[in-house]
């Protein structure tokens, strides 16, 4: 029977999107999520973007610039007392 490490080294071997699809496959193991609740949430979260899309497309909602959204956070943390995490950037 092989061990964990050895188990985990051999992972590593592995090209990339394999990897990546056995930690998802795994996962879904380890949640116990059913395929069904999964493509269920997806719906859901699909027909929020679209109702929010609506929403910003129809003049109902008005988008702000990001700076202006950073100082409107910042200034509500500090007003509520919170220390706000480091931000980290994302590269594409």
Known sequence: MKTLEHIQQEIKTLPTAEQFS????LGLEL?????AEDA???LAWNAE???R????KSGKVQL???EEFEQRTRSLFAE???ER???TVQSA
């Open 85 to 87: 995490a480091p931000r």
């Open 64 to 66: 702000i610039p990001g």
């Open 22 to 25: 056995l930690w998802q496959a």
């Open 49 to 51: 973007i679209e109702s």
């Open 40 to 42: 269920s949430a997806e």
């Open 31 to 35: 949640n116990a999520i059913e395929p």
């Open 80 to 82: 509520l007392g919170i």
């Open 53 to 56: 899309s609506g929403e910003i």
